[in-house]
Protein backbone atom coordinates (compact mmCIF):
# COMPACT_ATOMS: atom_id res chain seq x y z
CA UNK A 1 0.00 0.00 0.00
CA UNK A 2 2.64 2.56 1.07
CA UNK A 3 4.62 1.49 -2.31
CA UNK A 4 1.20 2.42 -4.19
CA UNK A 5 1.13 5.77 -2.63
CA UNK A 6 4.58 6.69 -3.07
CA UNK A 7 4.30 5.59 -6.88
CA UNK A 8 0.72 7.49 -7.58
CA UNK A 9 2.53 10.48 -5.55
CA UNK A 10 5.97 10.25 -7.81
CA UNK A 11 3.50 10.21 -10.84
CA UNK A 12 1.42 12.90 -9.79
CA UNK A 13 4.44 15.43 -9.31
CA UNK A 14 6.28 14.06 -12.62
CA UNK A 15 2.77 15.22 -14.25
CA UNK A 16 2.62 18.37 -12.27
CA UNK A 17 5.64 19.36 -13.27
CA UNK A 18 5.44 18.71 -16.91
CA UNK A 19 2.11 20.33 -16.96
CA UNK A 20 3.50 23.22 -15.28
CA UNK A 21 6.64 23.68 -17.34
CA UNK A 22 4.74 23.34 -20.35
CA UNK A 23 2.29 26.35 -19.50
CA UNK A 24 5.25 28.56 -19.06
CA UNK A 25 5.20 28.71 -22.76
CA UNK A 26 2.01 28.02 -24.22
CA UNK A 27 0.24 31.00 -22.92
CA UNK A 28 2.30 33.48 -24.61
CA UNK A 29 2.18 32.21 -27.81
CA UNK A 30 -1.40 31.95 -27.51
CA UNK A 31 -1.42 35.53 -26.84
CA UNK A 32 1.32 37.26 -28.98
CA UNK A 33 0.15 35.39 -31.91
CA UNK A 34 -3.01 37.55 -31.76
CA UNK A 35 -0.85 40.96 -30.22
CA UNK A 36 2.01 40.24 -33.72
CA UNK A 37 -1.36 39.88 -36.23
CA UNK A 38 -3.20 42.94 -35.27
CA UNK A 39 0.33 44.94 -35.61
CA UNK A 40 0.89 43.57 -38.96
CA UNK A 41 -2.84 44.47 -39.97
CA UNK A 42 -2.27 48.52 -38.59
CA UNK A 43 0.94 48.11 -41.04
CA UNK A 44 -0.98 46.89 -44.18
CA UNK A 45 -3.54 49.30 -43.49
CA UNK A 46 -1.21 52.17 -42.80
CA UNK A 47 1.81 51.03 -45.06
CA UNK A 48 3.68 52.41 -42.48
CA UNK A 49 7.12 50.94 -42.14
CA UNK A 50 7.47 51.43 -38.33
CA UNK A 51 4.90 48.94 -37.96
CA UNK A 52 6.51 46.15 -39.92
CA UNK A 53 9.49 46.78 -37.98
CA UNK A 54 7.52 46.49 -34.90
CA UNK A 55 5.68 43.54 -35.94
CA UNK A 56 9.02 41.03 -36.82
CA UNK A 57 10.50 42.25 -33.61
CA UNK A 58 7.71 40.58 -31.28
CA UNK A 59 7.70 37.98 -34.24
CA UNK A 60 10.87 37.10 -33.68
CA UNK A 61 10.31 37.29 -29.39
CA UNK A 62 7.25 34.60 -30.36
CA UNK A 63 9.72 32.67 -32.74
CA UNK A 64 11.69 32.04 -29.29
CA UNK A 65 8.98 31.03 -27.41
CA UNK A 66 7.23 28.41 -29.85
CA UNK A 67 10.87 27.14 -30.71
CA UNK A 68 11.82 26.49 -27.12
CA UNK A 69 8.39 25.29 -26.03
CA UNK A 70 7.65 23.02 -28.79
CA UNK A 71 7.11 19.44 -28.18
CA UNK A 72 7.35 19.84 -24.33
CA UNK A 73 3.55 18.88 -23.96
CA UNK A 74 4.52 15.83 -26.07
CA UNK A 75 5.88 14.48 -23.02
CA UNK A 76 2.28 14.18 -20.92
CA UNK A 77 1.37 11.72 -24.05
CA UNK A 78 4.51 9.38 -23.32
CA UNK A 79 3.42 9.51 -19.55
CA UNK A 80 -0.35 8.86 -20.35
CA UNK A 81 1.26 5.64 -21.99
CA UNK A 82 3.82 4.54 -19.32
CA UNK A 83 2.75 5.91 -15.62
CA UNK A 84 -0.88 6.44 -16.80
CA UNK A 85 -1.24 3.31 -18.84
CA UNK A 86 -5.20 2.04 -16.91
CA UNK A 87 -6.67 6.04 -17.31
CA UNK A 88 -5.35 6.09 -21.26
CA UNK A 89 -7.06 2.91 -21.69
CA UNK A 90 -10.01 3.73 -20.07
CA UNK A 91 -10.74 7.23 -21.33
CA UNK A 92 -8.78 6.41 -24.81
CA UNK A 93 -12.13 6.43 -27.23
CA UNK A 94 -12.39 10.13 -25.43
CA UNK A 95 -9.07 11.23 -25.82
CA UNK A 96 -8.34 10.31 -28.98
CA UNK A 97 -10.56 12.23 -31.20
CA UNK A 98 -9.80 15.43 -29.84
CA UNK A 99 -5.74 14.52 -30.01
CA UNK A 100 -6.17 13.84 -33.40
CA UNK A 101 -7.35 17.13 -34.40
CA UNK A 102 -5.53 18.51 -32.50
CA UNK A 103 -2.14 16.93 -34.00
CA UNK A 104 -3.51 16.78 -37.06
CA UNK A 105 -4.31 21.05 -37.19
CA UNK A 106 -1.16 21.64 -35.15
CA UNK A 107 1.05 20.19 -37.58
CA UNK A 108 -0.40 21.45 -41.26
CA UNK A 109 -1.88 24.75 -39.78
CA UNK A 110 0.76 25.74 -37.70
CA UNK A 111 3.38 24.56 -39.27
CA UNK A 112 2.57 25.96 -42.70
CA UNK A 113 1.57 29.34 -41.69
CA UNK A 114 3.90 29.44 -39.45
CA UNK A 115 6.71 29.20 -42.59
CA UNK A 116 5.18 31.69 -44.51
CA UNK A 117 4.60 33.86 -41.57
CA UNK A 118 8.75 33.46 -40.53
CA UNK A 119 9.93 33.24 -44.39
CA UNK A 120 7.61 35.15 -46.55
CA UNK A 121 8.04 38.95 -45.94
CA UNK A 122 8.73 40.03 -49.80
CA UNK A 123 8.24 36.99 -51.06
CA UNK A 124 4.40 36.65 -51.08
CA UNK A 125 1.72 39.39 -50.79
CA UNK A 126 1.04 41.88 -47.64
CA UNK A 127 -2.77 40.44 -47.80
CA UNK A 128 -1.29 36.77 -48.63
CA UNK A 129 1.47 37.46 -45.50
CA UNK A 130 -1.49 38.61 -43.13
CA UNK A 131 -3.30 36.28 -43.63
CA UNK A 132 -0.80 33.65 -42.50
CA UNK A 133 -0.21 35.12 -39.50
CA UNK A 134 -3.72 35.66 -38.29
CA UNK A 135 -3.91 31.77 -39.17
CA UNK A 136 -1.20 31.35 -37.24
CA UNK A 137 -2.81 32.35 -34.19
CA UNK A 138 -6.27 30.76 -35.15
CA UNK A 139 -4.67 27.68 -35.36
CA UNK A 140 -2.62 27.43 -32.42
CA UNK A 141 -5.47 28.71 -30.41
CA UNK A 142 -7.66 26.04 -31.95
CA UNK A 143 -4.73 23.68 -31.17
CA UNK A 144 -5.61 24.85 -27.37
CA UNK A 145 -9.13 24.23 -27.89
CA UNK A 146 -9.24 20.25 -28.19
CA UNK A 147 -6.34 19.83 -25.51
CA UNK A 148 -8.86 21.78 -22.99
CA UNK A 149 -11.76 19.87 -24.51
CA UNK A 150 -10.40 16.51 -23.09
CA UNK A 151 -9.36 18.37 -19.85
CA UNK A 152 -13.19 19.70 -19.58
CA UNK A 153 -14.02 16.32 -20.06
CA UNK A 154 -11.62 14.81 -17.45
CA UNK A 155 -13.09 17.49 -14.71
CA UNK A 156 -17.29 16.90 -16.36
CA UNK A 157 -17.26 13.72 -17.99
CA UNK A 158 -20.51 13.74 -20.46
CA UNK A 159 -21.07 11.93 -24.48
CA UNK A 160 -19.85 8.77 -23.44
CA UNK A 161 -20.99 5.21 -22.33
CA UNK A 162 -18.68 3.21 -20.17
CA UNK A 163 -18.00 -0.56 -21.94
CA UNK A 164 -18.01 -3.11 -19.82
CA UNK A 165 -16.70 -5.58 -21.94
CA UNK A 166 -13.69 -3.36 -23.07
CA UNK A 167 -13.22 -1.53 -20.24
CA UNK A 168 -13.40 1.40 -22.20
CA UNK A 169 -15.84 5.10 -22.20
CA UNK A 170 -17.18 5.25 -25.45
CA UNK A 171 -18.02 8.13 -27.02
CA UNK A 172 -21.63 8.64 -28.01
CA UNK A 173 -21.82 12.07 -28.85
CA UNK A 174 -19.12 14.42 -29.89
CA UNK A 175 -20.86 17.44 -29.92
CA UNK A 176 -21.59 16.84 -26.13
CA UNK A 177 -18.11 16.26 -25.99
CA UNK A 178 -16.98 19.57 -27.45
CA UNK A 179 -19.99 21.65 -26.31
CA UNK A 180 -19.50 20.23 -22.60
CA UNK A 181 -19.87 23.55 -20.48
CA UNK A 182 -17.12 23.32 -18.47
CA UNK A 183 -14.74 22.80 -21.60
CA UNK A 184 -16.13 25.83 -23.24
CA UNK A 185 -15.81 27.86 -20.33
CA UNK A 186 -12.32 26.13 -19.59
CA UNK A 187 -11.37 26.85 -23.11
CA UNK A 188 -12.36 30.89 -23.09
CA UNK A 189 -11.05 31.45 -19.96
CA UNK A 190 -7.63 29.86 -20.44
CA UNK A 191 -7.37 31.50 -23.67
CA UNK A 192 -8.60 34.79 -22.49
CA UNK A 193 -6.22 34.52 -19.50
CA UNK A 194 -3.38 33.98 -21.79
CA UNK A 195 -3.95 37.07 -24.03
CA UNK A 196 -3.40 38.87 -20.84
CA UNK A 197 0.03 37.50 -19.93
CA UNK A 198 1.19 37.94 -23.41
CA UNK A 199 -0.31 42.04 -23.11
CA UNK A 200 2.05 41.96 -19.92
CA UNK A 201 4.90 40.33 -21.43
CA UNK A 202 4.97 43.33 -24.42
CA UNK A 203 3.84 46.08 -22.00
CA UNK A 204 6.72 45.16 -19.60
CA UNK A 205 9.65 44.50 -21.89
CA UNK A 206 7.75 48.08 -23.60
CA UNK A 207 8.28 49.16 -20.04
CA UNK A 208 11.99 48.20 -19.75
CA UNK A 209 12.44 49.76 -23.39
CA UNK A 210 11.71 53.15 -21.52
CA UNK A 211 12.89 53.05 -18.46
CA UNK A 212 16.39 52.78 -20.32
CA UNK A 213 15.13 55.58 -22.06
CA UNK A 214 15.79 53.78 -25.51
CA UNK A 215 13.30 52.49 -28.12
CA UNK A 216 10.97 55.15 -27.63
CA UNK A 217 8.54 55.20 -30.49
CA UNK A 218 8.63 51.57 -30.95
CA UNK A 219 7.46 50.76 -27.26
CA UNK A 220 4.87 53.32 -26.82
CA UNK A 221 3.55 51.61 -29.93
CA UNK A 222 3.51 48.10 -28.76
CA UNK A 223 2.09 49.28 -25.36
CA UNK A 224 -1.07 51.13 -27.11
CA UNK A 225 -1.50 47.55 -28.75
CA UNK A 226 -0.82 45.51 -26.02
CA UNK A 227 -2.57 47.16 -23.21
CA UNK A 228 -5.29 47.64 -25.68
CA UNK A 229 -5.73 44.02 -26.43
CA UNK A 230 -5.08 43.07 -22.73
CA UNK A 231 -7.52 45.35 -21.02
CA UNK A 232 -10.23 44.09 -23.57
CA UNK A 233 -9.13 40.37 -22.80
CA UNK A 234 -9.14 41.14 -19.06
CA UNK A 235 -12.18 42.44 -19.05
CA UNK A 236 -13.37 39.27 -20.76
CA UNK A 237 -11.92 36.90 -18.81
CA UNK A 238 -13.81 38.31 -15.86
CA UNK A 239 -17.05 36.99 -17.35
CA UNK A 240 -15.22 34.10 -18.43
CA UNK A 241 -13.88 33.20 -14.58
CA UNK A 242 -17.31 33.99 -13.38
CA UNK A 243 -18.73 31.53 -15.96
CA UNK A 244 -16.36 29.10 -15.14
CA UNK A 245 -17.42 29.38 -11.04
CA UNK A 246 -20.93 28.62 -12.19
CA UNK A 247 -19.87 25.50 -13.62
CA UNK A 248 -17.45 24.74 -10.58
CA UNK A 249 -20.29 25.14 -8.23
CA UNK A 250 -22.76 22.74 -10.71
CA UNK A 251 -20.67 19.91 -11.31
CA UNK A 252 -17.68 20.41 -8.61
CA UNK A 253 -18.88 21.40 -5.43
CA UNK A 254 -16.01 20.41 -3.69
CA UNK A 255 -13.82 21.82 -5.38
CA UNK A 256 -15.68 25.39 -4.81
CA UNK A 257 -15.68 24.93 -1.26
CA UNK A 258 -12.06 23.79 -1.37
CA UNK A 259 -11.35 27.43 -3.57
CA UNK A 260 -12.91 29.51 -0.85
CA UNK A 261 -11.92 27.54 2.60
CA UNK A 262 -15.79 26.90 3.06
CA UNK A 263 -16.16 24.21 5.52
CA UNK A 264 -19.73 24.88 7.00
CA UNK A 265 -22.23 25.65 3.90
CA UNK A 266 -24.07 28.63 3.85
CA UNK A 267 -26.68 30.67 2.74
CA UNK A 268 -25.91 34.28 1.03
CA UNK A 269 -22.32 32.60 1.35
CA UNK A 270 -19.25 35.07 1.05
CA UNK A 271 -16.17 35.30 -0.79
CA UNK A 272 -12.96 35.62 0.98
CA UNK A 273 -11.16 38.87 0.20
CA UNK A 274 -8.41 37.95 2.50
CA UNK A 275 -8.35 34.99 4.72
CA UNK A 276 -5.27 33.22 6.56
CA UNK A 277 -6.14 29.60 7.20
CA UNK A 278 -6.21 27.60 10.26
CA UNK A 279 -3.90 24.81 8.95
CA UNK A 280 -4.34 22.48 12.15
CA UNK A 281 -8.28 22.62 11.14
CA UNK A 282 -9.61 19.39 9.80
CA UNK A 283 -13.29 18.56 8.37
CA UNK A 284 -15.89 17.87 10.86
CA UNK A 285 -14.03 19.75 13.73
CA UNK A 286 -16.12 22.40 13.86
CA UNK A 287 -13.21 24.60 14.36
CA UNK A 288 -13.26 27.85 12.48
CA UNK A 289 -11.22 27.60 9.07
CA UNK A 290 -9.52 30.95 9.23
CA UNK A 291 -6.92 33.09 11.57
CA UNK A 292 -8.15 35.90 10.15
CA UNK A 293 -10.49 36.98 7.43
CA UNK A 294 -12.26 39.98 5.38
CA UNK A 295 -15.80 38.89 3.67
CA UNK A 296 -17.22 39.86 0.75
CA UNK A 297 -20.88 38.51 1.78
CA UNK A 298 -23.21 37.31 -0.18
CA UNK A 299 -20.61 37.19 -3.32
CA UNK A 300 -19.86 33.57 -3.19
CA UNK A 301 -23.86 32.93 -3.76
CA UNK A 302 -23.92 35.05 -6.57
CA UNK A 303 -20.81 34.12 -8.11
CA UNK A 304 -21.46 30.22 -7.79
CA UNK A 305 -25.37 30.24 -8.31
CA UNK A 306 -26.13 34.02 -9.64
CA UNK A 307 -28.55 34.19 -6.78
CA UNK A 308 -27.22 36.36 -3.49
CA UNK A 309 -29.56 34.45 -1.13
CA UNK A 310 -28.43 30.33 -2.74
CA UNK A 311 -26.93 28.25 -0.43
CA UNK A 312 -23.38 26.79 -0.72
CA UNK A 313 -22.49 23.88 0.48
CA UNK A 314 -19.29 23.75 2.54
CA UNK A 315 -16.80 20.91 2.71
CA UNK A 316 -18.57 19.46 5.72
CA UNK A 317 -21.67 19.30 3.88
CA UNK A 318 -20.24 17.37 1.36
CA UNK A 319 -18.62 15.09 3.08
CA UNK A 320 -20.98 14.26 5.80
CA UNK A 321 -24.70 14.73 3.93
CA UNK A 322 -27.11 18.00 4.36
CA UNK A 323 -30.40 16.29 4.78
CA UNK A 324 -32.16 19.75 4.11
CA UNK A 325 -30.39 20.21 1.19
CA UNK A 326 -31.10 17.01 0.04
CA UNK A 327 -27.14 16.54 -0.44
CA UNK A 328 -25.71 12.56 0.06
CA UNK A 329 -22.39 11.91 2.40
CA UNK A 330 -19.83 10.49 0.52
CA UNK A 331 -20.17 7.15 2.66
CA UNK A 332 -23.38 6.67 0.67
CA UNK A 333 -21.71 7.18 -2.62
CA UNK A 334 -18.63 4.74 -1.29
CA UNK A 335 -21.41 2.35 -0.72
CA UNK A 336 -22.82 2.66 -3.95
CA UNK A 337 -19.62 2.64 -5.75
CA UNK A 338 -18.66 -0.42 -3.69
CA UNK A 339 -22.02 -1.88 -5.88
CA UNK A 340 -20.92 -0.31 -8.78
CA UNK A 341 -17.57 -2.48 -8.42
CA UNK A 342 -19.08 -5.41 -7.56
CA UNK A 343 -21.37 -5.83 -10.09
CA UNK A 344 -19.20 -5.22 -12.85
CA UNK A 345 -17.22 -7.80 -11.37
CA UNK A 346 -20.44 -9.95 -11.03
CA UNK A 347 -20.71 -8.80 -15.00
CA UNK A 348 -17.42 -10.28 -16.01
CA UNK A 349 -17.60 -13.65 -14.00
CA UNK A 350 -21.30 -14.18 -15.44
CA UNK A 351 -19.79 -13.35 -19.07
CA UNK A 352 -16.76 -15.97 -18.88
CA UNK A 353 -18.96 -18.57 -17.50
CA UNK A 354 -21.69 -17.68 -20.21
CA UNK A 355 -24.44 -17.36 -18.35
CA UNK A 356 -26.36 -14.28 -20.08
CA UNK A 357 -29.09 -14.09 -17.76
CA UNK A 358 -27.03 -13.42 -14.97
CA UNK A 359 -24.52 -11.73 -16.63
CA UNK A 360 -27.92 -8.68 -18.01
CA UNK A 361 -29.18 -8.83 -14.98
CA UNK A 362 -25.54 -7.84 -13.56
CA UNK A 363 -25.25 -5.36 -16.41
CA UNK A 364 -28.86 -3.98 -15.01
CA UNK A 365 -27.62 -3.60 -11.85
CA UNK A 366 -24.19 -2.02 -12.77
CA UNK A 367 -26.20 0.76 -14.89
CA UNK A 368 -27.62 1.43 -11.44
CA UNK A 369 -24.79 2.41 -9.81
CA UNK A 370 -22.53 3.20 -12.33
CA UNK A 371 -22.38 7.27 -11.36
CA UNK A 372 -20.67 6.38 -8.21
CA UNK A 373 -18.18 4.08 -9.83
CA UNK A 374 -15.14 5.65 -8.99
CA UNK A 375 -16.13 6.14 -4.95
CA UNK A 376 -16.24 2.36 -4.95
CA UNK A 377 -12.06 3.01 -5.11
CA UNK A 378 -11.77 5.23 -2.19
CA UNK A 379 -10.57 3.61 1.11
CA UNK A 380 -13.06 7.01 3.63
CA UNK A 381 -14.83 9.57 2.94
CA UNK A 382 -11.95 12.47 3.80
CA UNK A 383 -10.10 10.81 0.71
CA UNK A 384 -12.54 12.91 -1.33
CA UNK A 385 -11.38 15.82 -0.21
CA UNK A 386 -8.52 18.04 -2.00
CA UNK A 387 -5.95 19.77 -0.92
CA UNK A 388 -7.74 22.99 0.72
CA UNK A 389 -4.86 25.00 1.93
CA UNK A 390 -3.08 24.69 -1.94
CA UNK A 391 -6.55 25.38 -3.97
CA UNK A 392 -7.49 28.28 -1.31
CA UNK A 393 -4.08 30.15 -1.45
CA UNK A 394 -3.30 29.66 -5.19
CA UNK A 395 -7.69 30.64 -6.04
CA UNK A 396 -6.79 33.97 -3.97
CA UNK A 397 -3.41 34.77 -5.47
CA UNK A 398 -4.64 34.25 -8.79
CA UNK A 399 -7.98 36.63 -8.35
CA UNK A 400 -6.10 39.19 -6.51
CA UNK A 401 -3.24 39.19 -9.56
CA UNK A 402 -6.05 39.05 -11.91
CA UNK A 403 -7.14 42.20 -10.71
CA UNK A 404 -4.01 43.99 -10.38
CA UNK A 405 -3.48 43.25 -13.74
CA UNK A 406 -6.54 45.04 -14.75
CA UNK A 407 -5.40 48.08 -12.57
CA UNK A 408 -2.23 48.17 -14.21
CA UNK A 409 -3.62 47.51 -18.18
CA UNK A 410 -5.82 50.79 -17.56
CA UNK A 411 -2.76 52.91 -15.89
CA UNK A 412 -0.59 51.75 -19.32
CA UNK A 413 -2.87 52.48 -21.58
CA UNK A 414 -4.37 55.73 -20.00
CA UNK A 415 -0.63 57.36 -19.33
CA UNK A 416 0.47 56.14 -23.04
CA UNK A 417 -2.40 57.47 -24.62
CA UNK A 418 -2.19 61.05 -22.72
CA UNK A 419 1.97 60.43 -23.51
CA UNK A 420 2.68 60.75 -19.93
CA UNK A 421 4.21 57.51 -19.15
CA UNK A 422 7.76 58.16 -19.39
CA UNK A 423 7.34 60.81 -16.41
CA UNK A 424 5.25 57.46 -14.44
CA UNK A 425 8.29 55.22 -13.62
CA UNK A 426 6.54 53.34 -11.04
CA UNK A 427 3.81 52.27 -13.50
CA UNK A 428 7.15 51.17 -15.45
CA UNK A 429 9.33 49.38 -12.55
CA UNK A 430 5.36 48.02 -11.80
CA UNK A 431 4.73 46.64 -15.61
CA UNK A 432 8.17 45.33 -15.97
CA UNK A 433 7.60 43.22 -12.13
CA UNK A 434 4.13 42.06 -13.21
CA UNK A 435 5.62 39.78 -15.91
CA UNK A 436 6.79 37.50 -13.49
CA UNK A 437 3.75 38.08 -11.68
CA UNK A 438 1.51 37.12 -14.81
CA UNK A 439 3.19 33.80 -15.03
CA UNK A 440 2.37 32.79 -11.31
CA UNK A 441 -0.92 33.69 -11.80
CA UNK A 442 -1.20 31.51 -15.18
CA UNK A 443 0.07 28.60 -12.83
CA UNK A 444 -1.99 29.33 -9.77
CA UNK A 445 -4.80 28.81 -12.16
CA UNK A 446 -3.54 25.48 -13.63
CA UNK A 447 -3.34 24.99 -9.77
CA UNK A 448 -6.85 25.44 -8.97
CA UNK A 449 -8.14 23.26 -12.19
CA UNK A 450 -6.50 20.20 -11.26
CA UNK A 451 -5.29 19.89 -7.22
CA UNK A 452 -8.80 21.26 -6.82
CA UNK A 453 -10.32 18.05 -8.75
CA UNK A 454 -8.37 15.69 -6.16
CA UNK A 455 -8.91 12.63 -6.08
CA UNK A 456 -10.26 12.17 -9.33
CA UNK A 457 -8.43 11.49 -12.79
CA UNK A 458 -12.41 11.51 -14.23
CA UNK A 459 -14.87 13.35 -11.93
CA UNK A 460 -16.83 10.74 -9.61
CA UNK A 461 -15.53 7.94 -12.15
CA UNK A 462 -11.67 6.95 -11.51
CA UNK A 463 -9.23 8.30 -8.72
CA UNK A 464 -6.20 9.06 -9.49
CA UNK A 465 -4.67 6.01 -7.58
CA UNK A 466 -6.78 3.47 -9.71
CA UNK A 467 -5.59 5.71 -12.54
CA UNK A 468 -1.57 4.93 -12.36
CA UNK A 469 0.38 2.05 -13.72
CA UNK A 470 1.85 -0.20 -11.61
CA UNK A 471 5.60 0.66 -12.12
CA UNK A 472 8.27 0.79 -9.71
CA UNK A 473 8.45 4.42 -7.85
CA UNK A 474 12.40 4.87 -8.58
CA UNK A 475 11.89 4.86 -12.42
CA UNK A 476 9.38 7.43 -11.97
CA UNK A 477 11.30 8.97 -9.31
CA UNK A 478 14.12 8.94 -11.86
CA UNK A 479 12.33 10.76 -15.00
CA UNK A 480 11.18 13.13 -12.58
CA UNK A 481 14.57 14.63 -12.39
CA UNK A 482 15.00 13.78 -15.42
CA UNK A 483 12.53 16.18 -17.00
CA UNK A 484 13.46 18.68 -14.30
CA UNK A 485 17.00 19.13 -15.67
CA UNK A 486 16.13 19.08 -19.02
CA UNK A 487 13.28 21.45 -18.59
CA UNK A 488 15.33 24.15 -16.44
CA UNK A 489 17.48 23.89 -18.92
CA UNK A 490 14.90 24.86 -21.37
CA UNK A 491 13.64 27.49 -19.58
CA UNK A 492 17.38 29.00 -18.79
CA UNK A 493 17.80 28.51 -22.53
CA UNK A 494 14.46 30.29 -23.33
CA UNK A 495 15.41 33.35 -20.61
CA UNK A 496 18.66 33.58 -22.05
CA UNK A 497 18.32 34.27 -26.02
CA UNK A 498 14.62 36.38 -25.16
CA UNK A 499 16.78 38.89 -22.68
CA UNK A 500 19.49 38.64 -25.37
CA UNK A 501 17.22 39.79 -28.54
CA UNK A 502 15.05 42.42 -26.23
CA UNK A 503 18.69 43.90 -25.05
CA UNK A 504 19.64 44.46 -28.75
CA UNK A 505 16.09 45.58 -29.75
CA UNK A 506 13.99 46.20 -33.09
CA UNK A 507 17.22 47.94 -34.68
CA UNK A 508 18.86 43.99 -34.33
CA UNK A 509 16.37 41.92 -35.76
CA UNK B 1 6.83 20.98 -60.69
CA UNK B 2 7.07 24.27 -60.95
CA UNK B 3 5.31 25.01 -57.67
CA UNK B 4 7.06 22.35 -55.88
CA UNK B 5 10.18 24.11 -57.16
CA UNK B 6 9.05 27.22 -55.85
CA UNK B 7 8.14 26.15 -52.25
CA UNK B 8 11.58 24.51 -52.12
CA UNK B 9 13.67 27.38 -52.55
CA UNK B 10 11.36 29.44 -50.54
CA UNK B 11 12.30 26.80 -47.77
CA UNK B 12 15.27 26.92 -48.67
CA UNK B 13 16.19 30.75 -49.01
CA UNK B 14 14.06 31.16 -45.62
CA UNK B 15 16.40 29.07 -43.72
CA UNK B 16 19.66 30.25 -45.22
CA UNK B 17 18.38 33.66 -44.64
CA UNK B 18 17.78 32.81 -40.21
CA UNK B 19 20.06 34.52 -37.66
CA UNK B 20 19.02 33.35 -34.69
CA UNK B 21 16.39 31.08 -36.28
CA UNK B 22 19.74 28.27 -36.63
CA UNK B 23 20.21 28.50 -32.56
CA UNK B 24 16.25 28.08 -32.64
CA UNK B 25 16.39 25.28 -34.63
CA UNK B 26 19.94 23.58 -33.07
CA UNK B 27 17.78 23.75 -29.92
CA UNK B 28 14.91 21.74 -31.48
CA UNK B 29 16.36 18.84 -32.72
CA UNK B 30 18.71 18.46 -29.61
CA UNK B 31 15.33 18.58 -28.11
CA UNK B 32 13.56 16.02 -30.45
CA UNK B 33 16.53 13.80 -30.43
CA UNK B 34 16.16 13.37 -26.41
CA UNK B 35 12.70 13.23 -26.03
CA UNK B 36 11.96 10.79 -28.74
CA UNK B 37 15.21 8.87 -28.78
CA UNK B 38 16.58 9.36 -25.52
CA UNK B 39 13.42 9.78 -23.02
CA UNK B 40 10.70 7.66 -25.17
CA UNK B 41 13.09 4.98 -25.68
CA UNK B 42 14.76 4.27 -22.84
CA UNK B 43 11.82 5.38 -19.76
CA UNK B 44 8.52 5.84 -21.51
CA UNK B 45 7.20 2.52 -23.29
CA UNK B 46 3.53 2.27 -23.74
CA UNK B 47 2.91 -0.33 -20.73
CA UNK B 48 -0.13 -1.82 -21.73
CA UNK B 49 1.44 -1.91 -25.94
CA UNK B 50 4.36 -3.89 -24.80
CA UNK B 51 3.09 -6.41 -21.70
CA UNK B 52 -0.50 -7.58 -24.24
CA UNK B 53 -0.41 -8.47 -27.85
CA UNK B 54 -4.07 -7.67 -28.36
CA UNK B 55 -6.91 -4.99 -26.59
CA UNK B 56 -8.30 -8.33 -25.45
CA UNK B 57 -5.81 -8.99 -23.09
CA UNK B 58 -5.63 -5.25 -22.23
CA UNK B 59 -9.16 -5.04 -21.64
CA UNK B 60 -8.94 -8.03 -19.45
CA UNK B 61 -6.09 -6.53 -17.48
CA UNK B 62 -7.86 -3.37 -16.80
CA UNK B 63 -11.34 -5.09 -15.93
CA UNK B 64 -9.52 -7.37 -13.47
CA UNK B 65 -7.29 -4.07 -11.75
CA UNK B 66 -11.33 -2.68 -12.11
CA UNK B 67 -12.89 -5.54 -10.20
CA UNK B 68 -10.08 -6.34 -7.82
CA UNK B 69 -8.34 -3.36 -6.43
CA UNK B 70 -5.05 -3.67 -4.87
CA UNK B 71 -5.80 -3.45 -1.15
Same mark, same amino acid.
Given at each position: MEHIDMLVDWSRAQFALTALYHWLFVPLTLGLTFIVAIMETIYVKTGDEWWKKTTKFWMTVLAINFAIG?????IMEFEFGTNWSNYSWIVGDIFGAPLAIEGLMAFFMESTFFAVMFFGWDKVSKKMHLLSTWLVAIGSNLSALWILVANGWMQHPMGMRFNPDTARNEMQNFWDVLFNPNAVNKFLHTVSSSYVLASLFVVGVSAWYLLKRREVKFAKRSIIVAASFGLLSSLYMLTTGDQSAYQVAHTQPMKLAAMEGLYKGEDRAGIIAFGILDPDKKPG? *?????IVKLEIPGALSFLG?????AFVPGVDDLLYGNDKHHIAAIQQKIDEGKKAVATLKAYKEAKKSGDKERAKAALERFRAHEKYL?? *??????????? /?IALTFYSFHTMVGLGTWFLILLILTLYYTMINEIEKKRWILYAALWSIPLAYVAHEMGWIVAEVGRQPWAIQDLLPVGMAA? /???STSVMITFWLFAILFTGLLIAEVKIMTTQIKNGPEEH | MQWTKKIFHFYLDGFKSMKIGKKLWLIIIIKLFLLFVVIKWLFFPNLLKTEFHSDKERSQYILKHLTQPKE
Open positions: LATGID *GKDPFYHDLQGY *GYLEKPEDAVP /NS /NLA | -
